[in-house]
């Protein structure tokens, strides 16, 4: 079955600074999904990539889809205190079941 | 928007007791998912339902049971409760290839 590693675990960056969350999968990426939680609540979706290097970007962040690699990446450029929370990545393997990587927890220090 | 309504965001349970997990979306979606959240171990998935009447196991099935009568109510069946499925409880609707998953507020579970 497919499983997703995220990394790092967990970051603490300070405001102003830029950041990158990677998501690997164990097999061939159909679809990949990045969803942010705050502590207690649902997941908000963020982006969908569907197409090896497909990029999209939504306001200051960027996430991109390396289809070899088996890989994507979440860019935060100028984080603020709002980019805090748990960012999840995850795929569906062309199977219809939604599977996610473990998370990573931001916190950006003003 | 597409909206995914959990009926409780809270819920404190006795061990032993039946217990039921909403979830509503209006958004005539077929498919429709239970997904439990725990430290370090992520979410994964209970069950899931590409139709009316229709459900699937999904990772961790033991101890759930799920219904879905109706296209837009899929509810989540703990027989009888346990204090290891004290959890955070989300449920998701998806359209389709192409479209993104949405998810409710979750429900977070306490058995006692």
């Known amino acids: 079955s497919q499983e997703l590693e995220q990394s790092p675990q967990s970051l603490i960056v300070q405001e102003g600074k830029n950041l990158t969350i990677n998501c690997t999968s164990s097999?061939?990426?159909?679809?990949l999904y990045w969803y942010k939680q705050k502590y207690g609540e649902g997941l908000i979706f963020l982006m969908m990539l569907q197409k090896g290097g497909e990029e999209k970007s939504h306001e200051k962040i960027t996430a991109k889809l390396d289809e070899k690699k088996q890989q994507s990446s979440l860019h935060i450029t100028a984080s603020q205190p709002s980019h805090a929370g748990i960012y999840l990545c995850?795929?569906?393997?062309?199977?219809?079941?939604?599977?996610f990587g473990q998370g990573t927890t931001l916190q950006v220090k003003p | 928007d597409v909206k995914v309504t959990q009926s409780s965001r809270y819920l404190v349970k006795r061990t032993g007791e039946k217990v039921f997990l909403e979830c509503v979306q209006d958004m005539d979606h077929e498919n429709m998912f239970w997904y439990r959240q725990d430290p370090g171990l992520g979410l994964r998935l209970i069950y899931f339902s590409y139709d009316v009447k229709m459900k699937e196991k999904g990772d961790i099935p033991e101890g759930y049971s799920v219904s879905r009568e109706k296209k837009e109510r899929f509810s989540l069946i703990l027989e009888s409760a346990s204090t290891n499925q004290t959890s955070m409880y989300l449920c998701?609707?998806?359209?389709?290839?192409?479209?993104?998953?949405?998810f409710g507020s979750g429900t977070r579970l306490t058995v006692v």
């Open positions: 995850g795929a569906d393997g062309n199977t219809g079941k939604l599977i």
């Open positions: 998701a609707s998806f359209r389709g290839s192409g479209y993104g998953y949405t």
């Open positions: 097999k061939t990426l159909y679809g």
